[in-house]
């Protein structure tokens, strides 16, 4: 299921590039499994590294990438999905020329980027298609060399990464030119990736397309543009809150605002992204704990693939007690599952939450330089599936594990900048849903080679299509709003009105269908035709209107919420249209040869009806009168 992806994957940093070409050295399997996660929780429990002195591995400290004076561009992409919901928040990235299109969980835990390859014989059905590299142009693989693992065959370098809630995956390394969408500066560059071609776990169920490795290593994404001199050695995420979804991520530095709030991060402590934390404070009192509590085995990490937050067992206990005291009037209510034990409370009937902060305690973070981090409880807390008005503790304790976790839920509506060049990880409270207003962001012209964004669109058909421009015949669109269903459907004929104009056709053009309930979000179908039945569109007016709401150039009024394109589909001319058109001629010949007949059988009736009134001979029987039926004989 989607919803127990590996939203919350820390990847086991198995470096690819290996000193040996040994197949027996392959980076396959890890440590002994954790227990699983929870079924309804959408993460995975803290990461496993390989074992320090396997000869699979290589060491993980890398070298301090320095800044050029040089300005550098930034690509900044938006972020879609909900983090509760799927479990993740995922990008948009085209990989190819022509470029095909891919949602990919965003994760700071992975050091690879990877996407399913067309020749999958494993790969579960995803958001789009496969990667077809025999359709681009610009594909290469990577030929198998003494710094990579080798395929069967000792032709093309192979990679393989497992997480632990038991999903893996694994296949081939290839080179294309990757695009970033129509809001970067940085234009698009060639780059090594993953091609999928065995999937096992939630990556298989998962509905996001893969992953774009954030983490440290020679396959991340982010150092390959940095040791390209792309971009600066930084990157920034920045999730939408509770009622607010999205958000954006920036590759490379940006004039981010000057009263962030820093802390160091200590690159040689770990292969992850982690913090000094040394702290906790709840309604501004500090918990009685050892500061070592937080430097056991991997310290504090930050990674944006986990869901919620793990603490050291002793952590924990001292956190959920506090926070029990402060909010002792609320009433304690099962949680969603009920096979897992919960920590919810019923608030109010009201499901809004920007009134939480006067309900619930504040709770900081504090760091080694005595700074603290003042956590809103959107940063705790996670609306209750099932219950309107109640919310559930999302912090959890981490059992043998002495790691400190915390995922994206301690981040939601924060701008996380990761300085990898100076070792320190920065916060600033703002609206991720509106990040580029707030910090006033240059608008970035279009790359040379803008991608598309239905380079790859799935075509609804089983019938080829004869070459050049393809001719949609409808097209559907499903998208999620993060209104409840009962909510929209008196609205729906308003907001089809709304959707018309946004998309600059008749009204008559646009049909709203599939109203269904995803939570406290609503699924619904877009379909919109041409304005005659027997007139098409062309690709590129299909491509416009697609490419229209996967960019959220649409805008609906507030009342709708957010909007986020799930999926959409093509339908082009099918054999079964002309099958359709065929019987219609049939069916008005046959009306057009009854309507004949009839006419005719009418005028031979009209004949015979006035020869019948001009026959001069009288029946027998009526010439007869009464008076003479009396005469005698």
């Known amino acids: 299921m989607a919803l127990t992806s590996i939203s919350a994957t820390l990847s086991l940093l198995i470096c690819l590039s290996l000193p040996s070409s040994n197949v027996a050295d392959e980076n396959i399997l890890h440590h002994s499994p954790r227990p699983a996660a929870r079924s309804r929780r959408p993460m995975v429990f803290p990461l496993f590294l390989s074992q320090p002195h396997s000869p699979s591995s290589r060491s993980v400290s890398l070298p301090h990438r320095k800044l050029h004076s040089k300005s550098l561009p930034h ?169 607010l979804g999205g958000g954006s991520m920036i590759l490379g530095g940006f004039a981010y605002p000057s009263d962030m709030m820093f802390t160091d991060s200590d690159p040689d402590r770990s292969p992850y992204y982690n913090i000094d934390l040394t702290g906790i404070r709840v309604a501004g009192k500090d918990l009685l704990l050892d500061s070592r509590v937080f430097d056991g085995e991997r310290g504090v990490i930050l990674d944006s693939g986990t869901t919620y937050a793990y603490l050291p067992d002793a952590a924990f206990a001292a956190f959920e007690e506090a926070l029990l005291r402060e909010a002792s009037p609320l009433e304690q209510i099962d949680g969603p599952d009920p096979n897992v034990k919960d920590t919810c409370f019923h608030v109010a ?36 599936s099932k219950v309107h008005g109640a919310y559930c503790l999302g912090v959890f304790p981490n059992g043998k594990d002495h790691t ?70 409808q097209i559907n669109l499903d998208i999620q709003l993060t209104v409840n269903s009962s909510y929209l459907k008196p609205r729906m004929e308003e907001l089809s009105k709304v ?41 590129v007016t299909a491509t416009s209107i697609v490419s229209r709401f996967t960019n959220h150039q649409i805008k609906l009024p507030g009342i709708y919420g957010n909007y986020e394109l799930v999926s959409y589909t093509l339908e082009p001319l099918r054999k079964r249209a002309r099958w359709e058109m065929k019987n219609t001629i049939v069916v008005m010949a046959i009306l057009i040869v009854a309507v004949v007949v009839g006419l005719i059988a009418y005028g031979v009736w009209l004949m015979w009806k006035r020869k019948q009134a001009s026959n001069p001979y009288i029946n027998v029987d009526e010439a007869i009168v009464a008076e003479q039926e009396l005469l005698p004989l």
């Open 75 to 243: 690509s900044r992409m938006r972020l879609y999905d909900d983090l509760l919901l799927n479990g993740y928040y995922t990008t948009r990235l085209w990989i190819g020329t022509p470029p095909q299109m891919f949602s990919l969980i965003v994760d700071s835990g992975s050091t690879v980027t990877y996407v399913p390859c067309s020749d999958c014989k494993q790969c579960g059905k995803h958001q789009d298609p496969k990667f077809q590299p025999e359709m681009s142009t610009t594909y290469q693989p990577v030929k198998c060399n003494m710094d990579c693992n080798c395929d069967d065959d000792k032709e093309q370098c192979v990679y393989e990464r497992a997480y632990a809630e038991h999903s893996s995956s694994k296949g081939v390394l290839g080179e294309d030119l990757i695009s970033f969408g129509n809001e970067s500066q940085l234009t698009p560059q060639r780059a090594v990736f993953g091609c999928e071609n065995v999937e096992t776990g939630d990556l298989y169920s998962q509905r996001a397309d893969g992953i774009i490795g954030l983490g440290t290593g020679d396959l991340s994404l982010v150092d390959q543009l940095v040791d390209k001199d792309l971009i600066s050695n930084s990157f920034a995420l920045c999730y939408g809150g509770m009622d």
């Open 349 to 384: 009937p009201s499901n809004d939450a920007s009134g939480l902060s006067k309900i619930f305690p504040s709770v900081e973070m504090v760091f080694k330089s005595g700074q603290s981090w003042l956590l809103s409880p959107e940063n705790y807390l996670f609306r209750h």
């Open 404 to 473: 400190t976790l915390l995922g994206g839920i301690v981040v939601r509506n924060t701008l996380v900048v990761y300085d990898r060049e100076n070792s320190k990880v920065g916060f600033f409270r703002t609206n991720c849903s509106e990040l580029s207003d707030r910090l006033q962001m240059d608008g970035a012209p279009p790359p040379v080679t803008l991608p598309s964004n239905d380079s790859n669109p799935t075509l609804n058909t089983s019938s080829s299509i004869p070459g050049g421009d393809i001719l949609i015949g």
């Open 499 to 539: 959707l018309s104009k946004e998309l600059d056709v008749q009204s008559s053009q646009v049909y709203l269908s599939n109203l269904t309930s995803k939570g406290n979000n609503s699924l619904i179908r877009i379909v919109v035709v041409p304005t005659e039945p027997s007139s098409l569109f062309s690709n």
